[in-house]
């Protein structure tokens, strides 16, 4: 079921919340409030999409293919489809965050807001082992840098080899 504008999605125990700003075929825009921590700060990969990050509030560090981007109010940066990157906030704040193309970016923090409300992370925020191989089995443009692709994909289908897909 798609969300409309204005929705606020619980994903506390990833140390933000997300309102959906906007949602269509063409992007999935949004404001993040708060200091993102665990999975969301982790290095990751959006196969297929860009990411335009616009800082409101507070400051953000941009981790881009080694380098660092540190953004404040009013600063904006893109990051091209394919690019391992990381982002992390110097500090509660609000940033702006659009996905180009929507992709399947509103189901995946649809995702992350349920496992947030139903305990699905661990205490550093991150996913417990079978959740977390649901989002790699579920949305493979939104991907982990940490580990190769097929490895990933591999102990995903061992974690749920007993489940239906």
């Known amino acids: ?12 125990a990833l140390g933000y919340d997300l309102e959906v700003l906007a949602t269509s075929g063409d ?26 990050f616009e800082v409101i509030e507070g400051s953000l560090r ?14 904006t940066m893109t ?8 982002q992390r906030n110097g500090g509660p704040s ?15 923090f649809i995702r992350l807001s349920e496992l947030s409300q139903s305990g699905g992370y ?10 977390g191989a649901r989002i790699v089995r ?4 939104h991907r982990s840098a940490l580990l190769p692709v097929r490895a990933q994909q591999a102990l995903s289908r061992l974690l749920l080899r007993r489940e239906p897909a």
């Open 1 to 12: 079921m798609p969300v409309e504008p204005g929705t606020v999605l619980d994903t506390k």
């Open 27 to 52: 992007a999935f825009e949004f404001e993040v409030v708060g200091a993102g921590r665990g999975v969301v700060a982790q290095p990751h990969v959006h196969e297929t999409q860009t990411e335009r």
């Open 62 to 75: 941009l981790d881009m293919n080694g380098v660092s981007h540190h953004l404040g109010p009013g600063d």
């Open 79 to 86: 990051v091209p489809a394919g690019t391992r990157h990381r």
């Open 94 to 108: 609000r940033v702006r965050i659009r996905h180009e193309p929507a992709g399947q970016s509103e189901a995946f």
């Open 122 to 131: 661990d205490r550093l925020g991150m996913p417990k082992p079978r959740a």
């Open 138 to 141: 579920d949305f493979p443009e």
